[in-house]
């Protein structure tokens, strides 16, 4: 009886080892996959059942589940549906908490697309998931899992698979299914990626108007200040940028609003032309903007701690202009905030990123200490205080566009055009014979000039007959898209013609970029002859915008949806940024190439 005991221990610490290999430590979940049906026609209707088991001790939360079906394409997915699901006080996040433990079984409906791509044997899928114990918890893991499937109807030869060279519009740098692949591995990376995409981000059409207020904040008396005080003052202009910009995106992700939304009610784009008017105003001279005297008195009347918090509040209200600008990383980090529970982290990561769209402009805070080399003061500083007033004048003109009839915006442009070059002399005798002396004349009765034209256009209503070159590029791409509406949707489903779907609103400036460059363009519009064009105006919230957006998952304009002929939607290549004419034929291309 004596060796009983030496072989019980023996089975007993066998069968530890066995269950501590059985699961790893980061990823503890074990899932068996199961497929009804295994056969699958075009239209059908079945279930992806997945059997869940976890380690004693650890628990996973209902809501941090994410399924996404990566083969074949074009499946439809239902509401993610647990069985065990129990309710306890998370001491974490300080509320009641619902998942599972031990064991679960989570089921989602599919629905089989209209149309196969390809003669898939495998249904490859993603999900992600976050396990905790009572002490800690785990990152987010997202588990690639595959469940033998077979295809009844083959596919047409029309719709062949995408190629290798096709398959990087879904697998690029800046692709959704990227980022939460890295989301989920490091978040350390996934900052330092929304950072990157925030420096690309900033070179786009839509961050222009925002570099005349950088330069006249950060440019203004920067030749008394150090090299040191001009650096702190570009970082204090970028936090209120980014502030802004990362309350602005947590607001869009959890009320479900557009981000940049905000850029559209009349009141906030009346305040952005005022605050650019008053800039420039100060900048020609008129008056001299300071910090309000109770302010000024709590700080000890320090004009080096003045100049700090100008330039955040600065930062603030610019953060607003930027707001509209919207990149397919931001579309992700937006994404991933909404469907999170970790707001912080989403703050976190959205702040991150508005600091790599503020690099550029902290580089031209850097480089106004330049300034200081130049001779300390005289004429020369009018003629640069002149510049940048015209920047912060046409920056208000741009805006203004937006908020008024066009008539009335070419009558306002030309009397400010004839007002400014009176001031600044266009009537006045030539003072000097230097060249710089003729030439700054010359551009200020150019100017008188095109003010007059503009003033002729408005009062006599010409805009019909003589339009400028955007506006007519604009108003020959509208009539060539058809008001979005469900029977349109449904007509042009059946007409088996690809089909684009163009959210635009008229407070994005990307939208107006990608009507006045790109499908404006002859070669564009060539092969968009071969689509169905329907537009849906997002300037304002709406129940069929609200609906729309949780179908096609639209975070921010533009959102420009691709189907294919056979009304397939083409997820892997919406477009949403700015994007030239030859990268965007690139798109259209490989649909038509395709079917």
Request: aromatic letters at 12%.
């Amino acid at each position: 009886m004596n060796f009983i005991l030496p072989i019980l221990c023996i089975f007993v610490f066998t069968g530890l080892q066995a269950r501590a290999a059985s699961f790893d430590e980061n990823d503890p979940l074990i899932v068996e996959s199961q497929l009804q049906p295994h056969s699958w026609s075009r239209g059908q209707n079945g279930q992806l059942i997945l059997k869940l088991k976890l380690p004693t001790g650890y628990h996973v939360y209902e809501d941090q589940f994410k399924l996404n079906v990566l083969e074949p394409d074009g499946f439809k997915q239902g509401k993610i549906n647990l069985t065990e699901v129990k309710e306890w006080f998370d001491k974490f996040s300080k509320k009641k908490r619902r998942g599972f433990e031990n064991q679960s079984e989570l089921r989602v409906t599919l629905e089989a697309p209209p149309q196969f791509q390809a003669n898939h044997q495998q249904m490859k899928f993603d999900l992600t998931y976050q396990a905790c114990t009572d002490a800690f918890c785990l990152f987010p893991v997202t588990k690639s899992l595959a469940v033998p499937i077979e295809l009844l109807d083959p596919p047409l030869k029309s719709e062949a698979p995408l190629s290798t060279e096709d398959k990087s519009w879904n697998e690029n740098f800046f692709s959704l299914n990227q980022f939460n692949r890295w989301l989920s591995s490091s978040w350390g990376m996934a900052l330092l990626f929304a950072f990157i995409a925030g420096i690309l981000t900033s070179f786009t059409p839509c961050i222009f108007p925002m570099i005349p207020i950088t330069l006249a904040i950060l440019g203004k008396d920067s030749e008394k200040r150090s090299r040191a005080q001009n650096f702190l003052l570009s970082v204090c202009y970028v936090n209120g940028i980014a502030l802004t910009y990362a309350v602005l995106g947590l607001v869009a992700a959890s009320s479900g609003n557009l981000f940049g939304a905000s850029l559209g009610h009349p009141v906030v784009l009346a305040l952005i032309c005022l605050v650019f008017l008053i800039m420039s105003l100060s900048m020609y001279g008129l008056f001299e903007i300071q910090v309000p005297a109770f302010l000024r008195h709590k700080l000890g009347r320090g004009t080096k701690k003045n100049g700090y918090l100008g330039a955040f509040i600065s930062g603030l209200l610019a953060g607003i202009v930027a707001s509209p600008c919207v990149g397919p990383i931001l579309v992700g980090i937006l994404a991933f905030v909404a469907t999170q529970k970790n707001h912080i982290f989403g703050f976190i990561l959205l702040y991150t990123y508005a600091c790599g769209l503020g690099l550029i402009f902290l580089l031209l805070g850097a480089f106004t200490e330049l300034t200081r080399k130049l001779p300390r003061s005289g004429p020369w500083m009018d003629s640069v205080k002149f510049i940048l007033g015209s920047l912060m004048l046409g920056a208000f003109y741009y805006y203004l566009n937006l908020l008024i009839p066009e008539r009335w915006h070419d009558g306002l442009l030309g009397l400010g055009l004839v007002v400014v070059a009176s001031i600044a002399g266009a009537f006045g005798p030539l003072k000097g014979t230097h060249v710089f002396s003729r030439l700054r004349k010359g551009v200020l009765q150019a100017l008188l000039f095109i003010g007059f034209i503009y003033l002729s256009i408005s009062v006599f209503d010409l805009r019909p007959l003589i339009s400028g070159p955007y506006t007519s590029a604009e108003n020959s791409v509208s009539n060539q898209w058809q008001p979005y509406s469900d029977e349109l949707y449904q007509s042009a489903l059946k007409s088996q013609k690809p089909i684009i779907i163009d959210f635009y609103a008229d407070w994005c400036a990307a939208c107006h970029e990608l009507d006045r460059h790109t499908f404006s363009n002859d070669k564009v519009q060539k092969l968009t002859e071969k689509f169905i064009l329907l537009r849906f105006d997002a300037t304002k919230d709406s129940e069929p915008l609200k609906q729309l957006k949780a179908k096609y998952k639209i975070q921010g304009l533009p959102t420009v949806v691709f189907y294919s002929s056979s009304g397939v939607w083409q997820e892997a290549i919406t477009l949403t940024a700015f994007e030239k004419p030859e990268k965007f034929m690139i798109r259209l291309k490989k649909i038509l190439d395709s079917y």
